[in-house]
């Protein structure tokens, strides 16, 4: 994989590291993962779909947090869609 970001954010105590993976030696269609920290290190909470991502961000309206990622490519056209998900209290779901 070629990480092109990385976003560190907290949910109720919780630590949380999303990675935007850009693309493999393959495809730019690649799963970007979610990292929840255990208290000794990071391991893999969950993976969520993209197209050549370059950036993430956290943020948080009214009490709810989303995450936004920024794809870029998917290997024939730069037209590709971003995404916004929110958090269900167990996962992000795609929310746009």
């Given at each position: 994989?070629?990480?092109?970001?990385?976003?560190?954010?907290?949910?109720?105590?919780?630590?949380?590291?999303?990675?935007?993976?850009?693309?493999?030696?393959?495809?730019?269609?690649?799963?970007?993962?979610?990292?929840?920290?255990?208290?000794?290190?990071f391991t893999?909470?969950?993976?969520?779909?993209?197209?050549?991502?370059?950036?993430?961000?956290?943020?948080?309206?009214?009490?709810?947090?989303?995450?936004?990622?920024?794809?870029?490519?998917?290997?024939?056209?730069?037209?590709?869609?971003?995404?916004?998900?929110?958090?269900?209290?167990?996962?992000?779901?795609?929310?746009?």
């Amino acid at each position: 994989m070629r990480a092109r970001d990385w976003e560190y954010f907290e949910i109720d105590g919780t630590s949380y590291m999303v990675i935007a993976n850009y693309r493999d030696v393959i495809a730019y269609a690649v799963d970007s993962k979610i990292y929840r920290w255990t208290g000794t290190s990071f391991t893999e909470f969950q993976s969520i779909p993209t197209m050549g991502a370059v950036d993430w961000e956290h943020f948080e309206i009214d009490g709810t947090h989303y995450i936004a990622v920024a794809n870029s490519f998917d290997g024939a056209s730069g037209g590709v869609d971003s995404k916004i998900y929110h958090w269900t209290g167990n996962s992000f779901v795609e929310s746009q």
